[in-house]
């Protein structure tokens, strides 16, 4: 079965480093969501590309995280510098056109722990 | 108010029981998505539905929309079962989600 691959799927680091987290999604998808996962707010949408190009970005904080596409094949989340308030799990997902009637396929997630 | 209301929000169970949990929304929708998390795993997409009833082995997920209101059945429910089961909907250009019911099946 195809897969979104994220990696890595777990990070450990102290606060001020960057965090680059990167998915690859279903060959063929041409959406691609970011999204964050806290015990406190849930899931919570922080980006997505269709077509590789960024439509929404509303829920990132935009002054530390930036997300891109630089090709159909990887899609990238970076944090810098990093904060303890970022410590999260991150799920990239993909699907095909509009994602809000077409089902999404989510990865493993990254587990990222800012001490 | 949550836009997305999940209930309830923890659920036991004992092997073979019947299990429903609610999902009400407020806002416009184009479909309405069930995803399933195991403990420390992935998510899963258990079902995404505009208007009636779908069914997949043991689950069974409804919606009404003049209601705004969908529930997931589980049949004979089983410990593989565990898991927190999240209610999301399409609105606009983005899925909102509610807050998960955490569903524990005994043996």
Redesign the interface.
């Known amino acids: 079965d195809a897969r979104v691959t994220q990696t890595p799927r777990h990070k450990v680091t102290e606060m001020g480093q960057e965090v680059t987290m990167r998915c690859q999604p279903i060959l063929g998808h041409n959406t691609v969501f970011w999204y964050r996962q806290t015990m406190m707010q849930g899931l919570e949408l922080l980006a997505y590309f269709r077509n590789r190009a960024p439509l929404d970005d509303s829920g990132m904080p935009k002054d530390r995280f930036s997300a891109e596409m630089p090709d159909a094949t990887l899609a990238t989340l970076k944090i810098q510098p990093s904060e303890p308030r970022d410590s999260a799990v991150y799920f990239c997902a993909s699907g095909y056109q509009t994602y809000s009637n077409q089902p999404q396929h989510f990865g493993d997630g990254t587990r990222l722990s800012i001490l | 108010k949550n836009e997305v209301e999940q209930s309830p929000q923890n659920l036991t169970a004992q092997e073979g029981e019947f299990i429903t949990i609610n999902c009400s929304y407020s806002v416009g ?3 309405l ?1 069930w ?1 399933q998390q195991h403990p420390g ?5 258990l079902f ?1 539905l ?1 208007s009636g009833k779908k069914k997949h082995g043991r689950l069974i997920a409804t919606i009404n929309i003049q209601e705004k209101h969908s529930s997931l059945h589980i049949t004979a429910s089983h410990p593989r079962d565990s898991a927190v089961y ?1 209610c ?1 909907v ?6 909102i ?4 019911t955490r569903l524990q099946v005994f043996p």
């Not at chain 2, 795993?41 to 997409?45: E, L, Q, R, T, Y």
């Not at chain 2, 399409?90 to 899925?95: H, R, V």
């Not at chain 2, 989600?97 to 998960?100: A, D, K, N, S």
């Open positions: 929708i184009s479909a998505h995803l795993g992935g998510i899963v997409s995404m505009s999240i999301a399409g609105s606009t250009d983005k899925l989600f509610g807050t998960g």
